[in-house]
């Protein structure tokens, strides 16, 4: 089967490198010939460090390279099976090439988008056959995350959303499958590891540097959240925090901080600008961590509850199932467990009491309790049953 990418940024090379990998013809257009021949370049570069280290040998990285044809014209894409886009977040840009894109591929190539956050139903409204498009949504780098969530409209045929799963397991990735809505899975349960670290550093319980060290060393997570939105640039993680806000209508739960806004307003970007939370610039020294236990597990166990309380919401919600939850914040974001799995070892009624003092205590909606955490307490319910 032949694979056609859309967009040669980042994302679309990646994709690109995974489908030739697995051994697809694939055509790559770009209408930036300059932004074609970058591309092109990086994956020898990527090659190249993959021979030298051992991971691949020399004819197989050409035999990748080869695989990948260049094209800056839609209508240089021979027979593709399978379609997948991946420009700019934006819903009307992306609707004018899905129009685009259905009077010149096969009628039965599926059509995908990888968007992270855009109303798929949208994109597959433009089409005259709306059944077969869906939402291919692959995490930063492509050819290292393991992770795909697979979205398909109200419009998608069920067997389209099959034959997409199947093909993208074959090329070695874990596929979820999520419900269309804002975010998808994990945009949408990760907001508060962002939202909750910023009202505790708004509320001047903690610095950055304090918040950090209580969520790698105690909670176990791989970065933390100001090193994360440093690394991911804070006007990006803002953009889709504003975003995530406006589609669910404006719930408090997903509201975006005054910190992060002001940040990206003066340019203090993260690592891409050289100062954020951090300074990254030579010779700066950045504050110490003030390590105390006591309130490290305070600010692990408020942000860790209201990533639960997310997650049961998105249970209850019917946006994914238990275990594509779990899979998909452990494998798309790298958590040390799933946080249905962590309910259970917390205890669903100590994550319903916490939420209910955090409501009682601040009387905002961001902290209402998920109907199904509340339930399951009352009844005496896990999300797992014990292993013997």
């Known amino acids: 089967m032949n694979v056609c990418v ?41 090659m190249n460090r993959l021979v030298e280290k051992g991971r691949m040998d020399e004819a197989t990285a050409q035999a990748i390279q080869g695989r990948i044809q260049y094209v800056d014209s839609l209508y240089d894409f021979k027979a593709p099976g399978m379609v997948i886009e991946a420009i700019v977040e934006n819903l009307e840009v992306k609707r004018n090439v899905f129009e685009q894109l259905e009077l010149i591929v096969p009628e039965d190539c599926i059509i995908a988008t990888n968007t992270s956050s855009l109303s798929i139903a949208a994109i597959a409204a433009v089409c005259k056959d709306p059944s077969r498009v869906l939402g291919i949504h692959f995490f930063n780098p492509a050819p290292l995350m393991k992770l795909v969530e697979i979205i398909p409209a109200i419009q998608t045929d069920s067997a389209v959303l099959e034959q997409a799963c199947e093909q993208i397991k074959s090329w070695g990735k874990i596929t979820v499958v999520a419900k269309d809505t804002p975010g998808f899975i994990v945009n949408r349960v990760a907001r508060p590891f962002y939202g909750e670290a910023l009202r505790i550093l708004e509320e001047g319980l903690a610095d950055a540097a304090t918040i950090d060290w209580a969520m790698t060393e105690i909670g176990k997570f791989k970065m933390g959240p100001f090193t994360l939105m440093d690394y991911i640039g804070n006007d990006v993680n803002y953009t889709v925090t504003e975003t995530v806000f406006r589609s669910f209508f404006y719930d408090p739960r997903y509201k975006p901080s005054f910190t992060q806004k002001r940040l990206s307003e003066a340019g203090y970007l993260g690592r891409k600008s050289g100062r954020g939370y951090y300074d990254y610039r030579e010779g700066a020294q ?42 998909a914040m452990t494998k798309g974001v790298n958590y040390p467990k799933g946080l249905l799995q962590w309910a259970d070892e917390k205890g669903i009624h100590h994550c319903v009491e916490t939420m209910d003092r955090l409501h009682h205590e601040y009387l905002e909606d961001r902290y209402r309790c998920s109907p199904l955490l509340r339930k399951m307490a009352r009844d005496g319910m896990r999300f797992y049953e014990e292993v013997e």
């Open 286 to 327: 950045n504050p110490e961590p003030h390590k105390d236990k006591k309130l490290g597990q305070e600010i692990v166990w408020r942000i860790l509850v209201m990533l639960i309380n997310e997650a049961a919401d998105a249970l209850y919600l019917n946006i994914a199932s238990r275990e594509d939850i779990d899979l």
């Open 6 to 46: 859309i967009g040669s940024g980042a994302m679309g090379s990646g994709i690109a490198q995974v489908a030739a990998t697995a051994g697809h013809t694939v055509f790559l257009y770009d209408n930036n010939p300059a932004a074609l021949q970058r591309s092109k370049d990086k994956l020898a570069k990527i």
